[in-house]
């Protein structure tokens, strides 16, 4: 089934953190044209799947696009990230993306975007995209360039099948699923040593579980950058000094075992 026809400078497939923060300093810097195709319902790529108690794991300041603010670059009053800027809810970034797309990109008449498709077929002038919900098919004619946004997509448990096998009796679950739990269960195991792990084990903890029953298994350990070296705007000589200091470090460290153990000793 035949669709429309498109014919741009640019292609980008993926509508994501990084096809995004490309589209959006491109169309501003340039009279390119460009058509986004991403298979999701929604700009905003892995964040429309992710957990909903998920935030960014550093300040909003430093996330999204050139030409919209994430955040209000506010320094938070309560809670754990008190003293530190403002990091952002999955839902607030959804909505930015949203908002980028709707306020920012589209207006100029230079972007287009489909949603809910994926490009079946891809020459250097030439692509296909497909509709998942209707199968229409879309002529796609490039005149400088078709760019993959997905190289560093983020790879998440709400979207992948895992590596390993999984006991038919054991409740098996994405941590997305923590938040429809019925108390019906007598305890909990998280796997992984990354950010979605510690979130879960910390959220756990937050609302009444009791430490002695979630069992946590890391495949290895985490190297965990300490977020008050990781500050923007008006503690960014914090960030400076901490990085610096990071660098003299990794110049007179004789092994990488040494590197890490220096780094640990000075609070990195």
């Known amino acids: 089934m035949a669709g429309d026809a498109y014919e741009v ?17 491109l169309v501003h810097e340039s009279d390119a044209t460009v058509l986004m195709i991403d298979q999701r319902h929604s700009p905003g790529g892995h964040w429309n799947d992710a957990y909903p108690f998920v935030r960014l794991h550093q300040p909003s300041a430093f996330y999204g696009v050139n030409s919209r603010r994430l955040g209000e ?6 809670g754990p990230n008190a003293g530190y800027y403002e990091r952002a809810t999955g839902a607030e970034i959804c909505h930015y993306y949203q ?6 990109l589209l207006p100029t008449g230079q972007v ?5 498709h994926t490009c079946v077929e891809q020459s250097p002038d030439h692509a296909v995209a497909v509709s998942l919900l209707t199968g229409r098919e879309h002529e796609i004619r490039v005149r400088r360039k078709i760019v993959d946004a997905r190289y560093l997509e983020s ?34 195991v998280v796997i992984g ?3 979605t792990a510690m979130d879960a084990c910390t959220w756990l903890l937050d609302h009444g579980v009791d430490a002695d029953d979630i069992t ?5 350990e985490p190297w965990v950058v300490d977020r008050g070296t990781f500050q923007p705007l008006e503690k960014v000589g914090d960030f400076i000094v901490a990085w610096a200091l990071a660098g003299e470090i990794a110049a007179r460290a004789a092994t990488v075992p040494d590197l890490f153990g220096q780094l640990e000793d000075a609070g990195l």
């Open 9 to 25: 400078d640019y292609l980008v497939i993926g509508a994501g953190a990084t096809g995004l923060a490309f589209t959006d300093t």
């Open 73 to 78: 670059d506010r320094i938070d009053t309560t």
């Open 99 to 104: 908002a980028v797309v709707e306020e920012h």
């Open 112 to 116: 287009d975007l489909l949603t809910m």
């Open 155 to 188: 790879s998440i448990p709400a979207t992948h099948e895992p590596s390993y096998e999984v006991d038919k009796d054991v409740r098996f679950g994405p941590v997305n699923d923590l938040v429809h739990l019925d108390g019906s269960v007598d305890g909990y």
């Open 193 to 195: 040593a990354g950010k």
């Open 216 to 220: 946590w298994i890391k495949p290895r």
